[in-house]
């Protein structure tokens, strides 16, 4: 009698042996690359949609608070708007948020600077072209 058991053990010891057992023994390099190429795909996507965004946010945020100067109306992250009053060091600032009231803040917990943004509007505004 035929043994069908020893006809598929001689197919699979003829197709070879590989150590990885995802690679197939006959696997040449340009299939490698080919099962590679969507990760490297999709780590694109992710850097150009997600992490360089974000980068360029960051360094425009860090700017805007080194650029911050007394006299300046500024929003911190909690909603309150003031004046700089003074600059105190590298990371402390005393904003003025109501008449004689000053609060001392972190410089990082700025999340925006109000005056420079009214005065790039004032210039790009049609009215102020117009008076020109």
């Avoid at 042996?17 to 996507?45: E, H, K």
């Avoid at 911050?68 to 909603?79: C, S």
């Avoid at 990371?91 to 700025?110: F, N, P, Q, T």
């Amino acid at each position: 009698m035929f043994d069908l058991s020893r006809l598929f053990v001689s197919t699979a010891w003829a197709q070879g042996t590989s150590l990885n057992p995802t690679i197939p023994a006959n696997a040449s390099s340009g299939d490698v690359v080919m099962q590679f190429l969507p990760l490297v795909l999709i780590f694109a996507v992710f850097y150009f949609l997600i992490i360089r965004p974000q980068q360029k946010k960051m360094d425009q945020h860090q700017s805007m608070l080194k650029a911050i100067q007394k006299g300046d109306k500024v929003v911190t992250g909690g909603g309150i708007v003031g004046t700089v009053h003074k600059l105190d060091g590298d990371d402390h600032l005393s904003v003025e948020i109501a008449e004689g009231v000053r609060v001392k803040i972190v410089r990082s917990s700025i999340s925006s600077v109000l005056n420079k943004d009214e005065k790039a509007k004032e210039t790009s505004s049609p009215a102020v072209e117009a008076k020109n």
